[in-house]
């Protein structure tokens, strides 16, 4: 007795077919769009009493079926098979849309065997639809290995359970692109208050990759950039260690772009590769990745590099809204490159105008020619040899170009003069520190720590320098390393009021000065640097 005859014999007695029921359950019971595929093939071997039974998804993008849900004999071998076209009696299925019942399934030439070996069965495969009519996929059932027959009742109750599987995986995929999107949307206002909070390059890139990542499932993210000479080259890539050294293998050198990235490059174009291996376009050289995507990456209209998402473990499903997260991803890293070239110009613009001030006053105090620029190498070069940060580092040159800015406030006639000074004009000369500190006070862009340079580059360790008098670590650091680099080209420079010192007495002065009005570790780092450098200062 098949299926379909036992389901008559009931009806016989009131009972009404299970199929139907069967069939609602699917929808109303299943939890996600792969538990409608689950329940579906357990619902259609338990009703036609098969051997086996399998759902196949057609993949239109790869114009092939994979293999998704399977129950019965050799189920967990058919799980995850793609099968290309002219592979599989599912094709005949797909290609018809109408449900398919051979006798001997063994005659047809393009029958797989899961288990390997073909011999006698029947197989039944029906269509499962959307509820607009269009093909999803195939629910089949086959009596391999099973004395069990197939009859037009069972096509009926598979037509039912397949109808029943297309509306419940519409609504669940419906479900998932909804939720999906929500967290997209979700992740990109958090994307973009992150790369707000980001100026340099490298940092922005690496954040809108990871939020990729988190989004898209893929194991790789990455940006690869092309030079003036049209030669690409990796720039940043995220993703776990092993995948990371794959993709640096093949990409971190300059090299012609071809593949996918030239591909994108050349027509500006995004583009989307389901089966990377499979794709006539793809280089020789790059084995292990089976899914690719990649977008332009622009800078003011024109494409300067590609960002591109990779999968590494199985050729991924790539949904159209994926393409459009990377798009609009990419979107956002162009938006914040934009954002820190400009503030890059700004900030080199606003260290342009501090170095011509520095110059300026240069001028004004008749110093040597070039102080400026010869004390923020020298002040740059004990800095980092004294282990400071970057921003340690950046205040330090402000420091440098704005140290003696109160003496706009000093008559030339005190700067300029050839012989000493008297109490009062020392006075009114060393009033310069506490002069610019006030004058810088009220720019917020300049960091507290530039102002403590301006004050405290004349206070002695000792205690006995002006205008505050500190003495010790009370001196800010900054003002201590600057005051060593500031006396010592002072020294060896020829001024109104003396003649220029050699190199070996300014020298031989700080080692005395050293603990009485300099820092002693900061004299002896310096020294050092000028030993390793003779004949020029660090």
């Not at 940092?203 to 990729?212: D, F, K, N, Q, T």
């Not at 593949?259 to 794709?279: A, E, F, H, K, T």
């Not at 004390?375 to 330090?396: D, F, K, P, S």
């Not at 780092?525 to 030993?531: E, G, H, I, K, Q």
């Amino acid at each position: 007795m098949t299926g379909g005859e036992a389901n008559r014999a009931l009806q016989r007695f009131g009972v009404l077919p299970k199929p139907a029921l069967q069939a609602q359950a699917v929808v109303l019971l299943a939890q996600s769009a792969q538990d409608v595929f689950q329940r579906c093939v357990e619902l259609a071997l338990s009703i036609t009493r098969a051997s086996s039974s399998l759902i196949t998804l057609y993949r239109p993008e790869e114009d092939l079926l994979e293999l998704v849900a399977a129950a019965g004999r050799h189920s967990e071998q058919a799980l995850g098979r793609r099968l290309p076209r002219g592979q599989g009696l599912a094709w005949r299925v797909v290609d018809s849309g109408e449900p398919l019942l051979l006798e001997r399934a063994d005659s047809a030439p393009e029958a797989v065997y899961v288990s390997g070996r073909r011999h006698p069965a029947m197989y039944l495969g029906v269509p499962i639809l959307d509820p607009d009519g269009a093909l999803l996929g195939v629910l089949s059932a086959d009596t391999s290995d099973s004395p069990e027959r197939l009859g037009p009742d069972d096509a009926q109750a598979m037509l039912l359970l397949g109808q029943a599987a297309g509306v419940a995986y519409t609504r669940w995929r419906a479900l998932d692109v909804a939720q999906r999107s929500a967290r997209q949307f979700e992740r990109l206002a958090q994307l973009s208050a992150e790369l707000e909070g980001q100026t340099q390059p490298e940092p922005i890139v690496r954040c809108a990759l990871r939020a990729l990542l988190e989004l898209s499932g893929f194991t790789a993210a990455g940006v690869v950039t092309v030079d003036r000479q049209g030669q690409a080259r990796l720039s940043v890539l995220e993703g776990d260690a092993d995948t990371q050294a794959r993709v640096e293998d093949v990409l971190a050198e300059p090299h012609h772009p071809s593949g996918l990235i030239g591909l994108v490059l050349g027509s500006g174009r995004p583009q989307v590769v389901p089966d990377y291996q499979n794709w006539p376009g793809r280089r020789p050289d790059v084995t292990r990745v089976r899914s690719a995507l990649g977008v332009p990456l622009r800078r003011a209209g024109q494409t300067v590099g590609v960002v591109f998402l990779l999968h590494m473990q199985r050729p991924a499903e790539i949904p159209r809204d994926l393409q459009t997260l990377l798009e609009t991803v990419s979107a956002r890293i162009e938006q914040a490159l934009e954002r820190s070239a400009h503030l890059e110009h700004l900030e080199q613009t606003r260290e342009a105008a501090l170095r011509a001030l520095g110059r300026v006053l240069e001028s004004r105090d008749g110093e040597t020619f070039g102080h400026t620029d010869r004390v923020t190498r020298a002040a740059l070069a004990l800095g980092q040899a004294l282990g400071l940060n970057e921003t340690q580092l950046q205040q330090l040159r402000w420091g440098a170009y704005l140290h003696d800015l109160g003496k706009v406030g000093v008559g030339d006639h005190l700067l300029r003069k050839p012989g000493p000074l008297s109490p009062e004009e020392r006075q009114a000369i060393e009033r310069h520190v506490v002069l610019g500190d006030q004058m810088l006070r009220d720019e917020t862009f300049v960091p507290r720590e530039v102002r403590e340079i301006v004050r405290s580059h004349h206070e002695r360790w000792d205690g006995g320098g002006y205008p505050d008098g500190l003495c010790g670590e009370q001196i800010p650091l900054l003002a201590r390393i600057f005051s060593v680099v500031d006396v010592y080209d002072a020294l060896i420079s020829e001024r109104p009021y003396k003649r220029a010192w050699t190199p070996d007495a300014a020298r031989a002065w700080l080692r005395e000065a050293a603990g009485t009005q300099f820092d002693p570790q900061i004299v002896a780092t310096f020294l050092r640097l000028l030993a390793e450098s003779p004949g020029a200062q660090p």
